[in-house]
């Protein structure tokens, strides 16, 4: 059973300093012993004993709290929008390590807090998981909400998104009417949830005519009107079900756009261009060059820009904020090793896959540089891994460039892309053991040349440890 913390007088004051004391000397005693980086264990712990300590510390925050949630590009976005709260001068509360459920949370809460309970911060930016959604925006109540995707994601832990979907609405509507909710109108499903809610609504998304889909992915998930279940049509399409739709039958449309992206320049692996814009405000137009690539990066960077304006961040601030950010471990993160180039790109699920996949082959000739894919399934990768077979991998029939395959799921990676179409000369099964695996695929790419790791949550971990073991990078806490 939860002890209870509430009570007046000096209990709860010892309780929550108990507790942030437990936690801290957690968290130091993991990182001495080289157990991890104590993100998620002392926040338990300090839960346990104080089950409130999340609430008061959010509570003492000046400026509140910023919740960010979706489906894909969450840490992205938490990160862009810190980095730019921190160059307006706020002190930044962030669990910014990705830990997202509410353990993750209240460690990131208690490192930075002081032992009296001082939280050292002036707004709080919290990344959380689709899970834990709910229960982080009742213990937080934030002042602001930015909801960014919903797509299919370990359908064993979190189910179907109707069930998602209803968590999400049941939530929105018990925070109060001052709260704002910042959301991506070009997806259905959010554009459904967040309709009629008494809060003040921002939407964004984009308006591009270069960077079109011409049809609608097989693996998409909002294919059909939540109000009537008609098929839906788009006027714009852009990432799996994300775009300008409409249904014909019930009338049901994106609803207007207040922060709008568009003239989009996509540089291949390596950076994007996007201009900004707010409804009815020409002259507010903002162009950005942000060191993230991809469109699907596109949207993460227009939804940091619609919280910060909602925030009250100068455009010029922000700008210079996201003209400097880097992405965060393992999305996108370029590690020399061994006098080879080797870009990190986490990949989860059918979305996120397929746009990784549309990225590295931008240039057309279809993937020209040698890739290892590493398939985990444990518990935070999700343990069902057909979602392999919703994944566009047809996309890399064609090129040159060999394939690996390792972890604990390898084999089945490789089976899939047999069945995609890659000849048995550019496929190359490697050991299911990451650091076996790792060692074997480096020394296939040619000194001085440039190589693609694309692995799900804990093999991206388990990479970042072996490359951190060995000097490549720093340790993702420590980020």
Not at 86 to 110: I, K, M, P, T, Y
Not at 162 to 182: F, Y
Not at 317 to 346: K, P, Q, S, W, Y
Not at 467 to 478: C, D, N
Request: proline share 5%; charged share 20%; net charge neutral.
């Amino acid at each position: 059973m939860r002890p209870s913390s509430t009570g007046a007088g000096v209990l709860p004051r010892v309780r929550l300093g108990a507790a942030l004391a437990a936690a801290k000397l957690a968290s130091a005693g993991i990182q001495k012993l080289g157990r991890g980086g104590g993100t998620a264990a002392p926040g338990l712990l300090a839960d346990r004993i104080d089950p409130d300590l999340l609430t008061k510390l959010a509570g003492r925050l000046e400026q509140g709290s910023v919740v960010v949630a979706g489906t894909n590009g969450k840490t992205t976005v938490s990160r862009m929008l810190a980095d730019i709260l921190e160059a307006d001068n706020c002190r930044v509360v962030h669990n910014r390590s990705g830990s997202n459920l509410v353990r993750g949370v209240a460690a990131a809460f208690a490192a930075q807090a002081s032992l009296a309970g001082d939280p050292r911060g002036d707004i709080g930016v919290i990344e959380t998981d689709e899970a834990a959604f709910p229960e982080i925006v009742r213990l937080v109540a934030p002042r602001m909400i930015l909801l960014n995707n919903l797509f299919r994601d370990q359908l064993d832990r979190y189910g179907e998104l109707n069930t998602i979907g209803t968590r999400w609405r049941a939530a929105l509507e018990r925070v109060p009417p001052e709260t704002a909710v910042v959301v991506n109108a070009d997806d259905p499903a959010l554009a459904e949830m967040t309709e009629g809610l008494p809060v003040r609504r921002i939407t964004f998304g984009l308006d591009e005519r270069r960077h079109r889909l011409e049809v609608l992915p097989h693996a998409a998930d909002a294919a059909t009107c939540r109000r009537c279940g008609a098929d839906l049509v788009y006027d714009a399409l852009y990432v799996s079900h994300l775009g300008d739709w409409r249904c014909p039958n019930c009338g049901a449309a994106r609803p207007p756009l207040d922060i709008v992206g568009r003239e989009i320049i996509l540089n291949e692996v390596e950076s994007l261009e996007v201009t900004v814009g707010m409804a009815g405000q020409p002259g507010r137009d903002v162009p950005l060059a942000v060191g993230v690539p991809g469109l699907y990066n596109a949207y993460n960077v227009v939804a940091a820009v619609a919280a910060a304006r909602a925030l009250g961040v100068p455009d010029g601030t922000t700008a210079r904020a996201l003209g400097a950010f880097r992405a965060a471990f393992g999305r996108i993160e370029r590690v020399a090793f061994r006098g080879r180039t080797l870009t990190l790109a986490l990949v989860k699920n059918p979305v996120g896959f397929n746009e990784v996949l549309r990225m590295l082959t931008s240039a057309g000739g279809g993937l020209t540089v040698p890739t290892l894919i590493a398939i985990n399934d444990l518990a935070a990768d999700g343990r069902d891994v057909s979602w392999l077979w919703d994944v566009d991998f047809e996309l890399l029939a064609e090129g040159t460039a060999p394939l690996s395959t390792t972890g604990l799921r390898g084999a089945d990676m490789a089976n899939r892309l047999k069945y995609a179409g890659l000849s048995a000369d550019r496929l190359r099964p490697l050991d299911a053991d990451l650091r076996v695996a790792l060692e074997a695929f480096v020394d296939g790419v040619p000194e001085g040349g440039t190589a693609y790791l694309l692995p799900t949550y804990t093999a991206m971990l388990e990479l970042r440890r072996i490359l951190a073991s060995l000097g490549a990078v720093e340790t993702f806490w420590r980020q």
